[in-house]
């Protein structure tokens, strides 16, 4: 790991993980006994649910993984941009994990097949809380966006990363994890971060607080 990721990226990949966690789990003991808001449209109740896509659920955080390390090593400006933007995007969240708190009603699980197996455990492992906006999709579209314009990525790369985030867009419906305005929202919210990061150069605290160490950022 060491020589995938840079010196200067280390630090701020490692508070952005810690600033994850803390949304997203602190937020649900918070919100425990508040009132939760199920989002579902009827649009939603006519998605059909296929376990199958469970895979490509599962395989979203491969893409995280591999996503963040071709940013972190475009070079230090991309690096504390991209990363501040999605923290930015993060906070966004917690405030409306905290004033929205969301569920929604999953399908009962009965197929005895792998594809169902595994999306039961799924199930038994994350509750249906903090859907709104999805976290996944919030994620997938970062890694996409945040290689755009890189001259160290190639057009291939680029439009795997995309493909790839629809694929695990139209997964968090198929599943029954997510409803539509989930996905929406975080689309939304993750182009919101990252215009914020670029608009007021954002990356440049991490930079100050000795996040990293690199180029001036612009």
């Known amino acids: 790991m060491r020589d995938l990721i840079p010196r200067y990226a280390r630090r701020p990949l490692l508070l952005m993980l ?13 919100t425990a006994g508040a009132v ?3 989002l579902t449209l ?8 296929v376990p199958s896509f469970i895979i490509i659920y599962i395989l979203a955080y491969v893409q995280w993984v591999a996503g963040y390390i071709v940013i972190v090593r475009d070079s230090p400006e991309r690096c504390f941009r991209v990363i ?4 930015l995007t993060k906070t966004a969240c917690l405030i409306c994990f905290l004033f929205l708190p969301t569920v929604m009603t999953r399908p009962e ?6 594809f169902s197996r595994v999306t039961g455990l799924i199930y038994a ?35 795997f990363m995309l493909l790839f985030s629809l694929l695990v867009f139209a997964s968090t ?9 989930d996905v929406i929202s ?20 991490l930079q100050r607080l000795g996040a990293g160490r690199g180029r001036t950022v612009s």
């Not at 501040?84 to 923290?87: H, L, V």
């Open 173 to 181: 419906v198929l599943v029954k994890q997510h409803v539509l305005v």
């Open 42 to 49: 009827g649009l939603d109740r006519a998605v059909p649910f």
């Open 84 to 87: 501040s933007g999605e923290m």
């Open 186 to 205: 975080g689309v939304a919210l993750a182009e919101l971060g990252q215009w914020l990061a670029r608009r007021f150069q954002t990356g440049r605290i």
């Open 109 to 114: 699980v009965t197929g005895t097949d792998f």
């Open 36 to 38: 939760h808001y199920d």
């Open 125 to 159: 492992l994350d509750a249906p809380d903090n859907l709104f906006p999805s976290i996944h999709c919030v994620e997938s579209w970062i890694c996409f966006r945040g290689i755009l314009g890189a001259k160290t990525a190639g057009r291939g790369y680029k439009l």
């Open 18 to 30: 810690l600033y994850n966690c803390g949304v997203y789990w602190l937020t649900q003991l918070m």
